[in-house]
């Protein structure tokens, strides 16, 4: 079954202009935008089980972007969360970033939450499908660049369903 990438995407679930400088802080700011949070029971859990999932193996996929994600009985509807930092995140707590260049900080998180009551593997379809949009370098590029949340949610969709129509 496709995904329906409107119901997982929306403006409200995007915030530009974070303010966090590290990881936890990253995720604590996306899991405390209104409309997100509304669709959290507890937040502390939530953000315990992005963390879990995190010390596995870390999220930052590639040069600018991390795509964390959690299953969580907590989360009462399928998201994917959108912040961004023009200064980036130190997302591996591990590495010196005083003496790292600046590629090696996110600057867009795709944070994926998946009610952990939702059957099969659903943030994973989420996952596969974003990696997929990100393989492309001109779209990474149009999602750091642009600024307006509307514009970004709207793009994302748009690109996931030319993704999941070439599928077919």
């Known amino acids: 079954m496709a995904i329906n990438a409107e119901d997982i995407i929306k403006a409200s679930y995007v915030k530009g202009n974070m303010t966090a400088e590290t990881r936890d802080e990253a995720i604590k700011e996306m899991l405390n935008i209104e409309a997100v949070a509304g669709n959290i029971g507890d937040i502390n ?99 750091i660049e642009t600024e307006d949340p509307q514009t970004i949610s709207a793009f994302l969709v748009e690109e996931i369903r030319k993704k999941q129509e070439a599928r077919k």
């Open 45 to 143: 859990t939530v953000f315990d089980a992005v963390l879990a999932r995190e010390a596995e193996f870390t999220t930052k996929l590639m040069d600018d972007i991390s795509i964390p994600h959690a299953k969580s009985a907590e989360i009462k509807r399928a998201m994917v969360v959108i912040g961004k930092s023009k200064n980036g995140i130190e997302w591996r707590p591990e590495v010196d970033y005083k003496d790292s260049q600046e590629k090696d900080r996110v600057k867009v998180v795709f944070m994926i939450l998946v009610p952990g009551q939702q059957p099969g593997n659903e943030h994973l379809k989420i996952l596969a499908l974003l990696a997929r949009c990100l393989s492309r370098k001109d779209f990474r590029e149009s999602i």
